[in-house]
């Protein structure tokens, strides 16, 4: 094998800016595929991806190029651009040389943008900028490339003016990363490690995993052992993807491609695991470090029968989403269900959906919350993930709660109102500065659980829609923070409560009470909502009884007989309010989520 002949590299850019254009264009130019074959986002594989027009799986391909009389094998990764799909970006970056990076010619440089860059130089990747989208009407690519030349400190020569639709200067760009991405490096002739950088369940071949060749060479039929978990298993398959997956004899040093291992727990090949020969003592690859989801949010399913159906379907989704986790949780009000972590709130809706169309189930999904730590007047510090979790208040000496460092690209025209807002959500401002005349980015300190809900919607409609938002977990700092109940006729409801600061509870109370008086149904006795912290009742609302005209079927009389049909009305309904059982309907959590 000639390693000086591969080139290995990614697609990095902001939601939206023609990553999975150009690698329709890449695959026509080199002919990977034929033409009657080709598709609009060819490599976004999932029916939801080509829905929502975005990249929510990495995917990589091997494509062969001429390039001066030489035969070139390129492996491209294509990548996510959304933020709540970063960890999918970085595992890319670890398998890569170099990095394409795209800019929209008449966006300009996005919050996400800089947050890919600054991935990128931490792997020390070879970065070749590339202004995209040339060919729209509005396109600025002057502008756009002394932004890039500001940022990345480049000469104006070394950026590439493309477009991805009309496939100008794509042939450029082949040339560009073989003459600027260096070729992998590794040992041919040491212990052979592959670094396993995704992974996916197939229900005949079992567990499929992406891999990446550092050193030596794996064969069809070898014994292999995952280095992290001590698993081992056979070699079944072997091979690269075209983009399908395409079989061959041998992977060798440098090349990307895929092993069949025939395992059937996902666990048993991890995301950044090491793969390595049966019986060699090699050591482990550096790998990726652990996500940590700071989003949760519980996942029911509308009938309880459902339940060992959602349980198989988190199982399998696991297995080609490595960032969500998920934990067996009860409520009263809901049944049985699982305790997830997201990345964010994208990264909650893409699993919800994926979870109800590829498995058939109708599930609902409790108020999203934030990681809290808890340190209780013992001295212990307690990490919780659900409300129901918070211990008696007289019990905590300290709540912290988790702090983002978030970048908003926004031009100027809107920076009034968007610095309202982060004041409002208790936002520490840490640097503004000019990326151009009319563009800046804004640099703050924000407690996650205020970014979580509406912030976002909020920020995108102040700015008409040109603001970006990229964020970063930076830690946990104290915070002045309350457990609110909800309390429908006096019984708590687990499934409700919430974690909020403490100024803003008795308007979160009242708004969560409000909604609730508009989607429980009248009952035919008096229903109390109240929010509460502790013994404190900080918002109450009524929901009146449905009244029977049990009189109507008087035709004459005493008065008296009215009067003792009354009577007796009123003890039933006392009766049935002293049982206190108000079913909630799904529809009322379901309005809730949609604050």
Request: net charge neutral.
């Amino acid at each position: 094998m000639n390693e000086i002949k591969i080139r290995n590299f990614c697609i990095i850019a902001h939601i939206d800016h023609g990553k999975s254009t150009l690698a329709d264009r890449f695959l026509e130019l080199t002919k990977t595929v034929e033409k009657r074959n080709m598709k609009e986002q060819l490599l976004d594989t999932m029916e939801l991806e080509r829905e929502r027009g975005i990249t929510i799986k990495l995917q990589p391909v091997r494509m062969k190029y001429s390039k001066g009389g030489e035969e070139y094998t390129l492996n491209l990764i294509d990548t996510p651009g959304h933020v709540d799909f970063s960890y999918e970006v970085s595992r890319s970056l670890a398998a890569v040389e170099g990095a394409i990076l795209l800019v929209d010619a008449s966006q300009g440089i996005e919050a996400q943008t800089l947050t890919n860059i600054y991935m990128a130089l931490e792997h020390n990747l070879e970065i070749i900028p590339v202004v995209n989208k040339i060919d729209l009407p509005q396109a600025e690519p002057v502008r756009v490339a002394k932004e890039i030349e500001k940022i990345l400190g480049v000469k104006k020569e070394e950026i590439i003016f493309a477009s991805a639709k009309t496939g100008e200067g794509v042939k450029e760009i082949l040339d560009r990363i073989i003459e600027k991405v260096p070729p992998p490096k590794g040992n041919e002739d040491g212990d052979s490690r592959a670094l396993i950088f995704d992974s996916f369940y197939d229900q005949f071949k079992g567990v499929i995993t992406y891999v990446r060749v550092f050193d030596g060479s794996f064969s069809l039929r070898q014994k292999i052992e995952m280095l992290g978990t001590k698993k081992e298993a056979e070699i079944l398959e072997i091979g690269y993807l075209n983009p399908a997956l395409t079989p061959l004899k041998s992977l060798e040093t440098g090349q990307i491609g895929f092993i069949v291992t025939g395992l059937r727990e996902v666990k048993d090949a991890r995301v950044g695991d090491t793969i390595t020969i049966a019986g060699k003592s090699a050591q482990p690859l550096p790998g990726y470090k652990k996500v940590t989801p700071f989003v949760f949010a519980g996942l029911f399913t509308t009938s309880g029968e459902d339940f060992p159906l959602l349980k198989d379907a988190l199982a399998k989704l696991t297995l080609s989403d490595s960032s969500l986790t998920y934990e067996p949780e009860s409520s009263t009000a809901l049944g049985f269900g699982f305790r997830c972590g997201f990345l964010g709130l994208l990264h909650l809706e893409i699993v919800k959906e994926r979870l109800e169309r590829e498995f058939n189930l109708d599930l609902i999904v409790t108020s999203p919350s934030v990681t809290y730590e808890i340190v209780k007047t013992s001295g212990e510090t307690i990490v919780i993930k659900n409300p129901s979790e918070f211990p008696d208040m007289s019990a905590v000496k300290e709540i912290r709660e988790p702090w983002l460092r978030i970048e908003v690209v926004t031009p100027k025209d809107y920076l009034g109102g968007i610095i309202k807002i982060l004041q409002e959500k208790r936002g520490i401002q840490k640097a503004i500065d000019y990326i151009d005349e009319t563009r800046m980015v804004l640099a703050y300190e924000i407690p996650m659980g205020e970014v979580i809900t509406d912030f976002y919607d909020n920020l995108k409609t102040i700015s008409s829609g040109y603001a970006s938002l990229g964020y970063e977990i930076i830690g946990f700092k104290p915070g002045d923070m309350a457990k609110i109940d909800i309390l429908v006729s006096g019984v708590k409801v687990d499934a409700l409560s919430f974690i909020t600061f403490r100024i803003n509870a008795y308007k979160e109370g009242l708004k969560i009470v409000s909604k609730l008086k508009e989607s429980i149904p009248k009952q035919l006795f008096k229903v109390t909502l109240q929010a509460a912290i502790g013994g404190k009742i900080l918002a109450r609302e009524d929901i009146p009884a449905l009244r029977k005209d049990v009189t109507a079927k008087l035709y004459g009389g005493d008065v008296t007989r009215k009067r003792k049909l009354l009577e007796k009305q009123k003890k039933g309904k006392k009766k049935m309010k002293a049982i206190g059982n108000v079913e909630i309907p799904t529809e009322a959590f379901l309005e809730l989520l949609r604050k």
